[in-house]
């Protein structure tokens, strides 16, 4: 029996500090920066035309994710939004319709898929590939709250208001369910900056050699532009399938993907990726 299934895999952390859900607004360094990835995209891995599908966070839509769609697709792959309109949280629809886009896509393509998702979007990304690990190729999740409670969030009052299924009305065994890795190579792309969804919820805690965590700092609105995103998304994608590989930066580089957030920032003390 995996060892997982014998703890409790929720994070239990405080909620994000009321000066970095402030500080959410650098976001818009995180964009400006993107415009040069643009320009250094033949230097980065390119794609073998596989298929790889977009899914936006909570109350965005395909419009938020539109500059990383044109950056996958111009490295070399099939990239796609999810064409369900906005994201309203927790939805039989939402799900439903996300596990048609799947099929569709695998079966135009005939080739595995790739999922990424930011917040809301990379937590539905890992139930599809858990339902479907047959067609699923690797899963990458940008600040999602997989592992995350009520209680660890900052916008948990408008999660409620706008979800056909509220928070506290899912059965915590799903919640501890949704909280272990997909069977397939996933990757979790977190900020201890993020000010929107307590970080410590959005790593993954698993012995696995193909689950893996990457620290790329900024903040949680701006995962989706932000340079470091954009550079482990096309390390991670471009890897061989069936042939999975650790995130390793170039030397030069590695130090963009160092926790730099001082503690007395964060809240929330536990480290679970020290565990």
Known sequence: MNKQADRDLLDHSNKPSRMLFCLEGRAVYDAAGMLPMFALNRYLPQGDDHPVLVLPGFLASSRSTQPLLRFIQNLGYRAHRWKLGYNMGYSMRLHYGMRDRVTELVNRYDRKISLVGWSLGGVYARELAREMPD???????????FRGHPESSNIEKIFNLFSETPYDRIPEDFLQH??????VPTTALYTRGDGVVAWQSTVE???RVDVENIHVGGAHMGLGFNPRVL????????????AWQPFKPPLPLRPLFHNWYPDWLVNGQEDPLGA
Request: aromatic share 4%; no cysteine; net charge negative.
């Open 135 to 145: 067609i699923v190729r690797q899963v990458i999740t940008m600040g999602s709250p």
């Open 178 to 183: 949704m909280a272990e890795p997909p069977p």
């Open 205 to 207: 805690v698993s012995d």
């Open 231 to 242: 550079y482990a998304i096309a390390d991670r994608i471009a890897q061989p399938e069936g």
